[in-house]
């Protein structure tokens, strides 16, 4: 049996290990949409949490912790998505990129930009239609109307359009497309 050879560490040494200078955070990679995400999520855990407690702690739950927890839920998936058109991170199949030359494949690629601008110009009318059918109905548990939460996923849907614009046009006039940027240098933001 071939048996490794580790060099012996103090207890000393393992806790100060931690202590190395982490540099500066960069933030840079993320947007307006992002930080607003984060405010919907947390809104959404406290709301969670509040429900937990008064069912089980409490033994009387509030009723609208349910209902708010799962509007922020929506609004909070169409804002990520936001985010994930920014930085062309949705799930994608670029096994044919990898063997078709490269011309072709950047041709493949600007003409996926232009069905996904097509596709998200078609959603943001349709989420507008929509909202002037049912824009007024009033939540359940909380008089509220419900076209607050389609409001925000119809902005959400004109942000991915605009950002998926944004991509194209970045993708016409760089050497390289948003998709290879992202997958060279690792940078997740865009």
């Known amino acids: 049996m071939n048996e490794q050879q580790h060099a012996p560490v103090s207890v000393d040494e393992m806790a100060h290990a931690f202590e190395e200078e982490a540099g500066p955070v960069d933030l840079s990679p993320y947007a307006v949409e992002d930080w607003v995400n984060m405010a919907i999520f947390w809104t959404m855990a406290a709301c969670v949490f509040l429900q937990f407690f008064t069912r089980y702690a409490l033994n009387n739950s509030l009723a609208w912790t349910e209902e708010i927890a799962a509007n922020c839920l929506v609004v909070l998936v169409f804002l990520g998505s936001v985010m994930c058109v920014r930085m062309a991170r949705h799930i994608s199949v670029d096994m044919l990129y990898r063997f078709l030359p490269h011309r072709i494949g950047r041709a493949l690629e600007l003409l996926v930009d232009f069905i996904v601008i097509g596709f998200f110009a078609y959603t943001t009318w349709l989420m507008w239609r929509y909202i002037g059918i049912v824009g007024n109905e009033r939540m359940v548990t909380v008089n509220l109307p419900r076209g607050y939460v389609f409001y925000t996923v119809f902005g959400a849907f004109a942000l991915m359009l605009v950002r998926s614009v944004q991509n194209f ?22």
């Open 169 to 190: 046009i970045k993708d016409m006039i760089n050497e390289k497309t948003v998709r290879e940027q992202a997958s060279e240098t690792g940078v997740q933001g865009i």
